[in-house]
Structure formats: C-alpha cells, structure tokens
C-alpha cells in the first residue's frame, strides 16, 4: 500500500506540474496555453494516459480513505491533520472541473479549449475562487506530499532551498497565467455583450447533454460524501468494538487503548508526546521502541516494518510503535525524543544498549592543571592532545576502545568483541603499553615540562550495560553500571597509593595473571555492601613482563 501511495502520488504530481505550468502560458496569450495544452492532452488523454491517470487519482483516493479508516485515534501533529484535511478539500472541488472539461470530451464529444474554459471560470466570482482554491489546496497537498516522503533522504538538505522555491513560484506562475488570460479575454468578451456568450448552451450542448453533465456532477459528489461518512462510521464502531490493553510507558504513566489502536496512535491520544518523523508509515523508524515486557505475545512484524527494522539494525525487542498493535498488555520506553529530526532515522536502531562483561579502564593525567597553568593556551593545548594521542594509539595497539574524554582523562573499554579472560589479559598491556609511552613523551618534552608527566589507572572487569548513548546529535558508543564506577574510584586511589595502576583482584584472576609484590588493599566503594580486593601496581609492565 505504501508503494502504491507513492507511485500513484507521483503520476499525479507529475500531471498537476505540466497543468500548471500550462495555466501559466496565460502570461503569453490564450493561443500559447491551448498549444500547450494540445500537446500535453496527446499523452494524458490516449487510452493509457487516461487509465494511469484516473486510475491513480481514485487509487489514491481509496488508499486515503483505508488510512482513514485504519486510524483509530484522529490525534495526531499539525503537519499530518493539515495533508489530510487538504486532500479531503480536493475531490468536491476538483470534480466539477473535471466534469465540465474531461467528461465533456469524453462522453459527449465536446472539445472545450483554454478561451472557453477561461470564459466560463471568468462569468462568475465563486468561479474564480473555487478555482483558485483548488490550485492552492492541491499543490499544498501535493507539496506536503513530498517534503514528508523526500526529508528522509541523505541529499535531500542540500536541494531543499531549490524545491522551495519552485514549491512557491509554479502555483504563483499558474494563478498570474490564469487572471492574465481572464484579463486578456474580457476586452472581447465585453463586445459580443459579456460572459455568457461561453454559456455551454452556446457550444452545441442540448438540455439533454447538460442534464447529464448535472446529474454527474451532483452523483459523483453524494458518492464522495457518501463515501467519506461511510469511512468515518466504520472507524468510530472499529474503535468502539472488541477488548482494549494497556500500555505502560517508560514514563511511568499507563495508557488503556482498544484492541487495534498501534501504540503510536495510543500515545497520540493521550496527548504524550512521541517521535514519528514520517507520520507513521514506517518510513523512518523514528517512533521505534523497547518492548520490555509482552513482547512474546505481539505479532511478528509485517513485511514492511520488519524492513525498516533491518535497515537500521534493530535487535529482536524493538519495534515501531506506528506499526505495532497489541492485543494484550505491553511496557515500552521510547528510544529516541520526542523531537527527533530526520537524520535520526538513519542512527543504529539499538541505543539502549546491552548487558555484557568487559574491562574499564579510567586513565588520567596527573597534575595536569600545574602543567598548563604556566603556558600559553595553544603550548597547553598541544601537550593535552600528545598525551591523549599516545593514549590513543596505546589503546589501538591492545584492542582497546576510546569510549569518552574526560578533560584531562579518559574512560577506555576492553572486551567489546573478546571474552572476558582475554579483554583482561588486554588492558593489562594496554595499561603497560600506556606507562612506556608517557616516559617517552615525557622524555621528548623534558626541555619544556618543569617535572615528569604521571598517569594514574584505576580497572576492573565486570557487567556493564555497553551501547550508543549522548545526545542524538553526537551519540558515542560506552558504558555504564556499578562496574564502571568502581573502576573510576579505583583510578582515584591511585594517588591514595601512589601508583600507577589501581587494578581489582577480579581482574586480575580472570587473566591468569600473578600480582606478584603488588601489595592488596580491601576498600570500601559506594553501592556495594562489601570490601573489594583491589592491587595498587607501580608498574603496570611488570604483570606483563615487559
């Protein structure tokens, strides 16, 4: 269906550009407009244009009558009412035009060029008006149409000033060609004794032939009105009939919604605010979330959602709330804001994270504030990044992941893609490759340092919840957990201990690793109950033995 959408919006879009610009050879004279007219007509009125043509505009019709009836909440953002409610306007005021100019030729054989239509439009005020506000309404429509499809698209920045301005210079050409022809003619008009002169009378139509004309006209809109009721009872009974569930939100709050209602429209009427960059067409993925609990009992996801779901490589748990209908009671957290903007539909699909082992390791430059304090910024500046580079590269060399900056430190993570024994036996070398290298740029910058630059390590292996995390602007891949803060006091000990590394027995065991002299402290750390055994080294190259 969302092809469909697309495919016939865009034969649509395709007509609705070449019968504007056509409207604005009006600038030029009548004649210019039918010359372009007839050529246009060559393509749009043979038997295949015809087809594609109105049989995209009543698919696309239907299509938008299913989507009506699928909503069970009409909650939803401004820019989505205001594209729905605009092409609900374009049937009732599209079909009296096409009755007086299609239908014409194609029923009863009459051929009605630009200067009759034009008079015809021109005889009354309401005309001009109505058919003002049908240009208007179907190229907003048609624009929205396409700004929502297009703004998921990588490029779609950069030529997006480009398609604004055409989105506002074609209906301001079409309308000036359409008055400028109205104008053009009324000087001859007013000769043969006014407008009625172009009274379809005039053009060989029989009382008959218009009748018919009327009686089009008047069935085809009952039949959209009708229509459009019909659609309207049968999504408010939808609603109405069958059991509801419960949505818990990550919130806190809980949402009670019938049986059918997808999570997205559940959220929307309940007026909490949720991410749907595409409107909730499984588009973007924006509006994805983390099924906690009642996941088990959910469908599997259509063809379509699951699509969308592995391109941006979500894991089993997420789900898109625009396409996700429970039947039965469910607990997700959002994983994106509320205002998240196009770009963020192309992000991994899975910033919540997951539990695994790994090694943290704090790194952290000592006296660094005595050490730039006597300089110049840019001289202070150069020292931070030569140190963090060799860090860096220490990192690199071991395996190791540069997870985040800290000022004058760092928080490294071992284990991503190693099991546990090896990640630690890792950042053990990481944590001697790391003393070798401060004692060279030390010894590179002895000219310029008034004392020896010093690094202090805290590490310690355990569970840590590992994934993209941050602001969706600037996310980077880390760790968080008790574990991870244990591994930051470990790295404040050092200086306790004066050492060089500040390394848990744990650690240290699941390395195979012998601490040797290192001396054993038991230290107390905030959110455990007891002591952890934890080894104050000298020298991190002498586990290593290197």
Not at 424 to 443: K, P
Request: charged share 20%; aromatic share 8%; with cysteine.
């Amino acid at each position: 269906m969302r092809l469909l959408r697309l495919v016939t919006g865009l034969v649509i879009a395709s007509f609705v550009i070449g019968h504007f610009l056509n409207h604005s050879l009006g600038v030029v004279s009548i004649d210019a407009m039918d010359r372009l007219r007839a050529m246009l007509a060559a393509g749009w009125r043979s038997p295949v244009g015809s087809v594609l043509l109105y049989g995209s505009l009543l698919t696309h019709f239907a299509l938008a009558l299913v989507s009506l009836y699928r909503r069970t909440t009409l909650r939803m953002p401004v820019w989505e009412a205001a594209q729905l409610v605009l092409g609900l306007c374009v049937p009732p005021l599209l079909i009296g035009h096409v009755i007086g100019t299609r239908f014409n030729w194609w029923l009863l054989g009459h051929t009605i060029g630009y200067e009759r239509v034009v008079g015809l439009l021109w005889s009354e005020t309401w005309n001009i008006v109505r058919q003002s506000l049908l240009l208007l309404v179907v190229w907003t429509h048609l624009c929205f149409g396409l700004h929502y499809w297009l703004r998921l698209r990588p490029w779609y920045p950069t030529v997006q000033p480009l398609f604004f301005a055409a989105a506002l210079l074609v209906p301001a050409l079409a309308l000036t060609g359409f008055y400028a022809a109205g104008l053009n003619l009324w000087p001859a008009v007013e000769q043969v004794g006014g407008m009625q002169k172009y009274d379809l009378d005039l053009a060989g139509m029989s009382v008959e032939d218009r009748a018919r004309v009327a009686a089009w006209r008047d069935g085809l809109l009952l039949g959209f009105w009708a229509l459009l009721a019909a659609t309207l009872l049968a999504r408010w009974l939808r609603s109405r009939i069958g059991g509801t569930y419960q949505l818990r939100h990550s919130s806190g709050r809980v949402v009670t919604a019938p049986v059918g209602r997808s999570i997205l429209e559940a959220l929307r009427d309940e007026g909490i605010p949720h991410a749907s960059v595409c409107g909730g067409r499984a588009r973007c993925t924006t509006c994805r979330v983390r099924v906690a609990d009642g996941l088990a009992r959910l469908a599997a996801p259509s063809p379509v959602e699951a699509q969308a779901l592995a391109r941006i490589e979500a894991p089993p748990n997420v789900r898109l709330a625009c396409q996700t209908r429970p039947r039965s009671d469910v607990t997700v957290a959002p994983l994106l804001p509320p205002g998240a903007d196009p770009a963020a539909a192309r992000r991994p699909g899975s910033p919540q994270g997951r539990e695994r082992p790994v090694v943290a390791m704090f790194v952290d430059l000592r006296e660094s504030t005595k050490l730039c304090e006597s300089r110049l910024p840019y001289d202070a500046v150069f020292v931070m990044n030569q140190f963090f580079a060799e860090m860096h590269d220490a990192l690199r060399e071991t395996s190791g992941y540069y997870a985040q900056f800290r000022g004058d430190g760092l928080l490294a993570l071992y284990g991503l893609e190693s099991e546990l024994p090896q990640a630690c036996r890792d950042a053990l070398r990481g944590a001697a490759s790391m003393q070798s290298r401060i004692e060279r740029l030390s010894a590179s910058l002895a000219d310029e340092l008034a004392e020896p630059m010093r690094i202090g390590i805290g590490m310690h292996a355990g569970l840590a919840i590992v994934g993209t995390m941050g602001p969706p602007a600037a996310p980077i891949h880390s760790a968080i957990g008790d574990n991870i803060n244990i591994a930051a006091r470990f790295e404040g000990m050092t200086k306790i201990y004066k050492c060089v590394l500040a390394v848990s027995a744990e650690t240290l065991r699941h390395a195979g690793v012998d601490p040797k002299d290192a001396p054993l402290h038991q230290v107390r750390v905030r959110g455990r109950s007891e002591r952890v055994s934890v080894y104050a080294v000298a020298d991190p190259r002498s586990l290593v033995g290197s």
